[in-house]
Each structure stands twice: as structure tokens, then as C-alpha cells.
């Protein structure tokens, strides 16, 4: 039904800036829930920001005012501006697609922040 494909992960220094990207394999944003979360080495998943489908955007405590979710409807991506990263930002970062009456429920395969010096 739809596939994501996560890309921009990489080696940053503290206070350094990334932005990933999540390209999904068709227009899904109308209906869809879109979601950013990440895996830190030996800690569970948790979410880091949501975009909506009315566009509501919300952010995980640890990440407000440094990370912004956004989305380019032409080019089918939710995109995760990442500023002022800090070592515990390091994690492997999913995209996650929900419809929001719950017919599809789809992840990306991830991709590899390192924040270190």
C-alpha cells in the first residue's frame, strides 16, 4: 500500500544540524499521520514529533524548540530539521505512517544519527 525510505542520517558534532527525510512511495499525507521516532543503543523506541493530517505538529519534551517536523506534498516528504544536536539525540531514526482510521500501519527501514566529537 505504501512504502518509506528514511535518508540524511550521519556522524554530527554536539550542536551540529541534520535534517532527514522520509519519502513515501505515494500521496498519502491527506490521510495519514506521519511520525518521526528514533531507538537510542540499548533503550527502547520512543516518538520524537508527529505532523498530522490537519496538520497539527507535536514534539516530544526532549526535542522541542531544536527539532521541526514538516512535509512537501510534491515530492511525497516528511522531512525532520535537527538543530543544536546533542549526544543523547544518537539513534537510529524511523519514519511511521498511520491512516488515521487505522488501515495501514507502515515503517521505514531507518536511518543513523551519531552525535559525537
Known amino acids: 500500500q505504501v512504502q518509506l525510505v528514511e535518508s540524511g542520517g550521519d556522524l554530527v558534532q554536539p550542536g551540529g544540524s541534520l535534517r532527514l527525510s522520509c519519502v513515501t512511495s505515494?500521496?498519502?499525507?491527506?490521510?495519514?499521520?506521519m511520525y518521526w521516532y528514533r531507538q537510542a543503543p540499548g533503550k527502547q523506541r520512543e516518538w520524537v514529533a508527529l505532523?498530522?493530517?490537519?496538520?497539527?505538529?507535536s514534539y516530544t519534551n526532549s526535542v522541542k524548540g531544536r527539532f521541526t517536523i514538516s512535509r512537501d506534498n510534491d515530492k511525497n516528504t516528511v522531512s525532520l530539521q535537527m538543530n543544536n544536536l546533542k549526544p543523547e539525540d544518537t539513534a537510529v531514526y524511523y519514519c511511521?505512517?498511520?491512516?488515521?482510521?487505522?488501515?495501514?500501519?507502515?515503517w521505514g527501514p531507518g536511518t543513523l544519527v551519531t552525535v559525537s566529537s
Open positions: 511511521n505512517a498511520r491512516h488515521y482510521t487505522g488501515y495501514y500501519d507502515v
Open positions: 505515494r500521496n498519502i499525507f491527506g490521510d495519514s499521520n
Open positions: 505532523i498530522a493530517h490537519d496538520d497539527t505538529k
